[in-house]
C-alpha cells in the first residue's frame, strides 16, 4: 500500500535532505546490507512495495543497481521512460506526480533539470529520490562514501581531490565535504567552475585550485568524472581541449598520499580523464564503487520507507 496523503514524507533529493549522522547511519547500513545479501540470509522488508523508476536519461549503473536492490528486499520495480508515459506528452509534472504517487509507495527519477525533480517531490504523497539531475547524483555519493568508509575507515578529516568538470558529481562531492567534514580540493579549468552557491555553501571545507598536481598533493581519495556529460556530446572536440590538462594519470596520483584511492562513477573513457592504467591500479576501487550504488540505495529506500 502506498503512504496515506497525510502521512509526513520525505525525500532524497541531495545529501543535505539527510543530517551527517543519518548519512552515516545510513553507510553503516548498506555495508550490513551487503553482508547479508552475501551470506545468502533472506530480507524483504518492502514485500509488496513498488518503486516508480523515471528514466529521463539513459542508464546503465541507475536501473540495475536499483532495480535488483528493490527485488532483493522484497519489492518490485516498475521501469517508466518518457516514451511509456505521459510525462513525455507533455502532462504536468504536478498532475503526474499526484496521480503516480498515488499508485507506488516510492519514486525514483533520473532526468535533466533539477527543477523538475523538486517539483514532483512537491507534489508527492510518497518518497521522491533523485537517481542524477544536471545539478546533483547523491544517489552515487552514497555509495563513493560507502567504498571509502569500506577501504580506508571514516573520511573525515580527509583530503578528496577532485579533478575536471564542476558538474553535477562536482556538486555533490561539495555537499558531501559539508556532511562528511572532509576537505575538498577542486581542480577544474575557468569557466567550468561549480555552482557559486553550491560552494559557498560549503565555505571552508571547499576551494579550487587550477593546477591539478597542486590540487592532488597528499589526497586521500582522487575522483574525476567523464569530460564532456549527458547532453553535452556536441561539445566534446572542444572539451578535449579544454580539460587536455585535467587527466588523472600516473603522474598525478604520485602527488597523493600513498594509499590514496582512485574512483570514478562511470562509465570512463580511458585515455581522457584517466589513464588505463589508474583505472585498472590496484588502488582504484572503481567496480566497488558500482556494486556499492546498490547496496547504499537498498539503504535508503529501507530508511525512507521503513523509517
Known sequence: MTLPANKPVRHFLSLLDLSPDELRALIHRATELKRILRAGEL??????????MIFEKSSTRTRISFEAGVTQLGGHALFLSSRDTQLGRGEPIEDSARVISRMVDCVMIRTFEHEKVELFAAHSRVPVINALTDLLHPCQLLADMQTYFEHRGDIAGKTVTWVGDGNNMCHSYINAARQFDF???????????PDPSILQGAGDRCRIIREPMEAATDADLVVTDVWASMGQEEEQ????????????????????RPDALFMHCLPAHRGEEVTAGVIDHPDSVVWDEAENRMHAQKALLEMLLRP
Do not use: W
Request: glycine letters at 4%; a negative charge.
Open 183 to 193: 576537505q575538498l580540493n577542486i581542480s577544474c579549468p575557468e569557466g567550468h567552475d
Open 237 to 256: 572536440r572542444q572539451r578535449e581541449i579544454t580539460f587536455a590538462n585535467y587527466q588523472v594519470n600516473e603522474q598525478l596520483m604520485a602527488q597523493a
Open 43 to 52: 530480507y524483504e522488508p518492502l514485500k509488496n512495495q513498488t518503486l516508480g
